[in-house]
């Protein structure tokens, strides 16, 4: 989790930089300030993600989690409650495309029907003996 704190804490480093005072629109597209923001965002979301499932699937993980002092317990649950602020969604949709690139998907394929399995002449159920 200090790898993505450190990656959280730079990306916004590099966006606060990005955007000086009385910039335009111009210098902020100049400094990709936008796209620094997105990665900030993307870095965050993606923490959260990685902590919810050490936490979920680690014993440990979880057991250190609960006996954090009360300042880290009250900054855990921030950063816990903030999928639940913006929205799961939100969180998934900022996540899938910024720092993933999205590929096409297969068609679905028509799930065959139980009983045409059944009546089909070649089955052996229906098979004369």
């Known amino acids: 989790m200090a790898m993505a704190a ?7 480093r590099q966006a606060i930089a990005a955007n000086e005072e009385g910039a335009s629109d111009e210098d902020r ?5 936008y ?11 993606e923490g959260i993600d990685a902590l919810k499932g050490w ?9 250190l989690l609960r006996e954090l002092p ?3 317990a009250k900054l855990l649950a921030k950063v816990c409650g903030l999928e ?13 495309n910024t720092l993933h690139y999205r590929t096409a998907t297969p ?6 029907p139980a009983n045409r399995l059944r009546s089909s002449p070649t089955s052996t159920r229906f098979r004369s003996a």
């Open 29 to 33: 597209r100049r400094r990709r300030f």
């Open 35 to 45: 796209f620094k923001v997105r990665v900030a965002n993307g870095f965050l979301f």
């Open 55 to 63: 936490r979920q699937y680690e014993v440990a993980v979880a057991k």
């Open 6 to 12: 450190n990656d959280v804490e730079y990306a916004v």
């Open 84 to 96: 639940q602020q913006i929205g799961p969604k939100t969180l998934a949709h900022v996540r899938q």
């Open 70 to 72: 009360d300042d880290g």
């Open 107 to 112: 068609p679905r394929r028509q799930a065959r």
